[in-house]
């Protein structure tokens, strides 16, 4: 079900078809505002709004931020009549649609917090959705669940015995009385955001009006954001850079914004593309890598590039949210030069919802920029006796940028200690834009922040002249016979393997029956041949033996098998835990 289409309960315009523009006379404002209600009705004062989109990226609905302020300031009276009161959570389906951000901004108007959740499409099945909702809502505790129609059935059942569950439709479709709005201060938590972490032990983080606005700022100034530009996005709404980086903050910056549903970015990426050639202004779109990947990989040599899109004018081709690969950047620009891409729009970037969004931005135009590190230092084997007779390999790590503004990075050793640049360590973070804590959850609260403010992010990096590479998340990683392993890079290898895209290989350390740890590989394999499986088994052993030196278990398991995260990243912990347990079944060797 798209939100953008029969929405009752919200207000309807006659001008639905024509997207709201880009230009209109209001004064920028850099998300200088005490809180995001203040945002909001800033921006509703001129014409500029959401527009969604269907599959094939053509407009379906037109939403201005003035309409967006008015059903939500009228959606908050009705949260205050239900008895919904400051601080109280209200948890919403993060559906790409007017019906969340109407939903979204009336919890903001009622002073609750709003709790976005995923939509089903990470998932494998109604059982496990259910479940996870179910999981997230006893985290968050919230007085009530808002769903969209469609999903109603699901989300009904995952709150049964924890809150009241409505279809947001037939909820706000209900009149209240006229009431007195509560005033929010700068200080107050804004809304609750599950982190791409665990599904089984959810984490919310509990962002504040202040620095949330504080990373939106600093976030456009990177990004020299302003009149003229104009937002295109498919990333999911319940994660942090859907939500707060194309969302919110576009909202907070006075920017319409062009919408294509995550499901329907799924089913045809390359709408994203079309959607971004029709805009003739600068365009700001942001992706993980594989959303590049994937548009790179679904061109044909019967497609005409030059003549189906025009990419001219993109002016910011963000990347975040995972690993960035070289490799794939480039391919992008070889595919999609042709239509007036330009390698230095791309904007590599490194953040995490514990710090709002971003923590740094490369500077703008000078696209990726790549470090050379040898691969004994990122294995630790630095020291020894070095073998002349094998060529020296190299990783190239990608500059992610410099913080934005009011933030400060430090990169420490197991032991707390500073490190100097060029040396791996952990990722610590403090300043504007640092979560306020876990709600509810003083223990792991404790676990990533200190009493001074500084964030443990658990990825590792290093700094060089102030800019940050990262080479991995430290529990990830994987350390046999004191030698670190990222297991990105044995991934990464498989992947480039012929019929393999990002997400079919989970990579991790196990212990073998002999008592030694060992590499392990898990692979989504589409072939039924035996003879076809036996010869992948053998070719990705060869792969990665080339890789780490080491022989690796290879199992072959069923197509979407592995397991993902709320942003529909791939959980390695999980697929390492159910692949143990006996959850995930690999394929016969001898089949």
């Known amino acids: ?87 109280d ?116 983080v509990a962002v504040t009006h202040e620095a949330l606005l504080a990373n939106l700022a600093g976030h456009a100034h990177c990004m020299e954001a302003g009149d003229g530009d104009r937002v295109v996005s498919w990333l999911p709404w319940y994660h942090d850079m859907g939500l707060v980086g194309c969302m919110l903050a576009p909202l907070a910056n006075q920017i319409s914004v062009d919408y294509l549903a995550t499901e329907d970015f799924a089913r045809r990426p390359l709408s994203w593309l079309t959607l971004i050639s029709r805009n003739p202004h600068n365009t700001l779109s942001y992706s993980p890598t594989f959303g590049y990947d994937i548009c790179a990989r679904r061109i044909s040599p019967s497609i005409n590039v030059a003549e189906r899109f025009d990419l001219a004018r993109w002016r910011v081709a963000g990347n975040g949210a995972d690993m960035i690969r070289p490799e794939v950047m480039q391919a992008f620009v070889d595919v999609f030069a042709a239509a007036g891409f330009k390698a230095s729009a791309f904007l590599p970037s490194y953040g995490l919802a514990e710090a709002t969004l971003a923590v740094t931005i490369m500077p703008l135009g000078q696209g990726i920029v790549s470090d050379l590190i040898d691969e004994r230092t990122l294995s630790g084997s630095t020291g020894g006796r070095i073998d002349a007779r094998r060529p020296t390999r190299y990783r190239a790590i990608v500059n992610c940028g410099k913080a934005v503004p009011g933030l400060t990075i430090e990169i420490r050793d197991e032991a707390g200690a500073l490190l100097p640049d060029r040396k791996i360590g952990r990722i610590f973070v403090r300043g504007l834009g640092v979560m306020a804590g876990y709600f509810r959850d003083e223990e792991a609260t404790a676990a990533a922040l200190s009493p001074d403010g500084w964030l443990d992010t658990g990825d590792m990096g290093y700094l060089s002249a102030g800019s940050i590479f990262i080479v991995g998340r430290a529990k990830d990683m994987i350390i046999i016979n004191g030698k670190n392993h990222w297991p990105q890079d044995i991934e990464w290898a498989i992947e480039q393997l012929p019929g393999f895209k990002a997400g079919d ?41 080339a890789i780490t030196g080491m022989t690796c278990v290879v199992e072959l398991v069923p197509p979407r098998t592995l397991p993902k995260t709320s942003s529909g990243k791939l959980s390695r912990s999980k697929a390492r835990s159910q692949y143990l347990s006996g959850e995930i079944q690999p394929f016969d060797v001898a089949a």
Not at 139 to 155: A, H, I, R
């Open 1 to 87: 079900m798209q939100g953008a289409k029969g929405d009752r309960g919200l207000n309807t315009s006659p001008t639905a078809k024509a997207p709201t523009p880009t230009f209109d006379s209001l004064a920028y404002r850099r998300a200088d505002f005490g809180t995001l209600g203040e945002a909001l009705d800033y921006a509703a004062l001129g014409k500029k709004g959401m527009n969604f989109h269907d599959a094939r990226a053509d407009l379906t609905r037109a939403y201005p931020y003035a309409e967006l302020a008015a059903d939500a300031r009228r959606q908050a009276l009705r949260l205050l009549a239900d008895g919904i009161q400051p601080g």
């Open 89 to 204: 959570r209200v948890a919403l389906i993060a559906e790409t649609g007017a019906g969340f951000a109407a939903a979204f901004f009336a919890a903001i108007y009622a002073g609750a917090y709003p709790v976005p959740l995923p939509l089903p499409t990470s998932f494998g099945g109604r059982e496990a959705y259910v479940e996870q909702i179910a999981t997230q809502l006893r985290s968050c505790d919230p007085k009530l669940v808002l769903s969209p129609e469609g999903l109603f059935p699901m989300v009904e059942q995952a709150a049964a015995g924890l809150c009241q569950a409505h279809d947001w439709n037939v909820y706000f479709a209900e009149a209240a009385p006229a009431a007195a709005l509560p005033e929010a201060k700068r200080t107050d938590i804004a809304y609750l955001q599950y982190s791409s972490g665990s599904t089984r032990f959810p984490h919310g």
């Open 505 to 545: 290989i989970a990579a991790f350390a196990i212990t073998t029956p002999s008592g030694e740890e060992a590499p392990a590989v898990l692979v989504q394999c589409r072939t039924s041949c035996a003879d076809e499986r036996s010869s992948l088994r053998e070719a990705i052993r060869t792969k990665v033996r």
